[in-house]
């Protein structure tokens, strides 16, 4: 059905063909029609163009007061201009104003000299008699707002169709309305026979138009009759071959399509082998990377130990004493390395679970860093701790560096808010001197405070870490937990405490997966944050409880 299609409107008329053959011939006529409208028009109107521009030159050339109608407006406008300008002088302004009056007064006396006589002698010719019934300027596009137009009317009785009006542009903001009428000895008649003989002209250049137009459209019609017999043959001989070469076309695109489906398939499992192994590496990476962050914080106290050591002339007991401190620290940076390489040869979801009390975490993550965070850091350290143990399995080491990965964001948060409480007293400007020192000095006494607090819900356990820092926005709070997302990098108020990495929460994060147990974060700006840990419980694990592992906003 679909190749008889074509052959059933071979005989159906194309007119579209017709009117492309004539577009040429019609747009060169239309240009032409175009190119000598403005000649046509002013040819039809004879005498009158020529009248029209003898008016207008006498209108610019005709002195009175020794100047041309354009200057005395030039000159009018100009004190219009000056009087607005000079508003703030009132002495001045009226001088102006009337100056301006004047003027004005004088452009309606030039156009009563112009209305009366009413004469003009065209060089050459006979003279005319132009009656002037009416002169009027008109101002427009002014910047400070349109003017009060100048007139002069003759008061003679006149009918619309006694006069003829034109309208001239003598300024750029001015244009003169002239009513006038001429007188010629024989002129009205003389006009009248030449615009009779240039009308028959054009209509019989109509008609040889619509003559070469029709002669040249029959032609076209003969032309495209032989045209459409010989496609017609070609098209008949075609058929065959093109309904062969679509036969051809259906089984070449079954084949490409089976080859499609079998690349798309192939490539599908590429991609998945591509996206388990990146998954794989980006675990491993955050792994190690956390790890390698938590040396650097361990750091911080050796090394501030040492250098209050060497600020003391002679060994005291309490240097020997910060000495067999920092000793047992960097011991226990010696062992946590070794427990970074070996997380890193092994696979990082197989960890090396043993049963412990969450409360001993918390009291070990109290003992290790309480003197630091209170000399150091200005920071509070506390712990609230619930009666009785709380048992749980997990890896030590991992929960002990998922637990310090949260105080250090505390310890951070703190170091925020110390440092927000300093820049509003020193932006508050409308403060005197004496309340801006009390602001600043009530900002460095500001000191954080972070809880340790641990508690049992039902078929779960709880540790959290609550802080009194800066906060974070729902927007922050939203994506903190997305690998390398930090909003400390490159920040100068962290400089030392090596943060900004952007890997310690999503550590926590992947140790928390790994021991089934979820992270649950409240944050208000400027009001804290508290981190929450829920663990399933030994209970609940051998009763088949399951954990709610979302995270609440």
């Keep these: 059905m679909s190749d008889a299609a074509p052959a059933s409107g071979e005989h159906r008329p194309h007119p579209w063909r017709y009117a492309r053959a004539l577009a040429a011939p019609l747009l060169v006529w239309g240009l ?68 301006a009056a004047v003027e004005r007064e004088n452009i309606r006396a030039h156009l009563e000299s112009l209305g009366v006589p009413p004469t003009k002698m065209y060089s050459g010719q006979m003279p005319l008699f132009p009656v002037i019934y009416r002169l009027q300027v008109r101002f427009d596009g002014l910047p400070a707002g349109p003017l009060p137009p ?5 008061e003679l009785p006149s009918h619309a169709s006694q006069y003829q009006q034109m309208d001239y542009r003598i300024h750029p903001h001015a244009i003169v309305t002239l009513r006038y009428q001429l007188h010629a000895y024989n002129k009205r008649q003389r006009i009248e026979q030449e615009h009779s003989a240039r009308l028959r002209w054009l209509g019989l250049l109509a008609v040889a138009a619509t003559v070469i137009g029709a002669a040249w459209t029959i032609l076209l019609q003969r032309r495209e009759h032989r045209q459409e017999l010989q496609r017609k043959l070609a098209r008949e001989q075609v058929n065959a071959a093109e309904r062969m070469l679509l036969r051809q076309e259906r089984r ?3 084949t490409e399509r089976q080859l499609l489906e079998q690349r798309l ?23 190690a990377g956390s790890y390698a962050h938590n040396i650097k914080n361990l750091l911080v106290r050796p090394n501030d130990l040492l250098r209050r050591c060497l600020e003391v002339d002679g060994l005291t007991n309490d240097q020997e004493t910060m000495l067999h401190e920092v000793r047992q620290t960097l011991g226990t940076v010696t062992e946590r390395l070794q427990q970074i390489l070996r997380t890193v040869r092994r696979d990082p979801s197989r960890s090396e679970p043993t049963r412990l009390d969450l409360n001993d975490v918390a009291r070990d993550m109290e003992r290790t860093w309480k003197d630091l965070a209170r000399d150091k850091w200005k920071l509070e350290l506390s712990v609230d701790l619930t009666e009785g143990p709380l048992p749980l399995e997990g890896d030590a080491s991992h929960l002990e560096q998922a637990a310090e990965n949260l105080l250090f964001n505390a310890r951070d948060a703190t170091f925020e808010m110390r440092n927000q409480l300093r820049d509003a007293a020193r932006k508050n400007e409308q403060a005197d001197a004496a309340v801006r020192r009390q602001a600043l000095i009530d900002a460095a006494a500001w000191r954080g405070r972070v809880l340790l607090r641990t508690r049992r819900e039902s078929d779960s356990i709880v540790l959290e870490v609550s802080d009194n820092g800066a906060g974070m926005s729902e927007e922050v709070r939203s994506r903190c937990t997305e690998t390398h997302f930090s909003t400390k ?37 400027l009001k804290g944050t508290t981190f929450r840990l829920r663990f399933p419980s030994l209970a609940a694990e051998r009763t088949g409880s399951p954990l709610a592992s979302e995270e609440s906003g």
Excluded: K
Excluded at 90 to 97: F, G
Excluded at 503 to 522: K, R, T, Y
């Design 252 to 254: 070449h695109a079954d």
């Design 489 to 525: 990098r490159d920040n100068a108020i962290y400089e030392g405490h090596s943060t900004g990495m952007g890997l310690g929460l999503s550590f926590v994060v992947a140790i928390l997966n790994h021991h089934h147990a979820a992270l649950e974060i409240d944050s208000t700006p």
């Design 150 to 154: 100048i007139t002069w009317d003759s």
């Design 265 to 287: 398939a192939t490539q599908a499992a590429e991609r998945h082998a591509l996206e388990m192994r990146s998954q794989l590496y980006a675990n491993v990476g955050i792994m």
């Design 32 to 99: 032409l029609a175009v190119a000598l409208a403005e000649p046509v028009r002013t040819w039809l109107r004879g005498e009158d163009s020529y009248d029209e521009a003898a008016l207008q030159e006498w209108l610019e050339e005709s002195r009175g007061f020794r100047a041309t109608l354009p200057e005395m407006v030039e000159t009018y406008l100009l004190r219009i201009h000056q009087e607005q300008a000079r508003a703030d002088v009132p002495i001045e302004r009226e001088n102006l104003r009337a100056a």
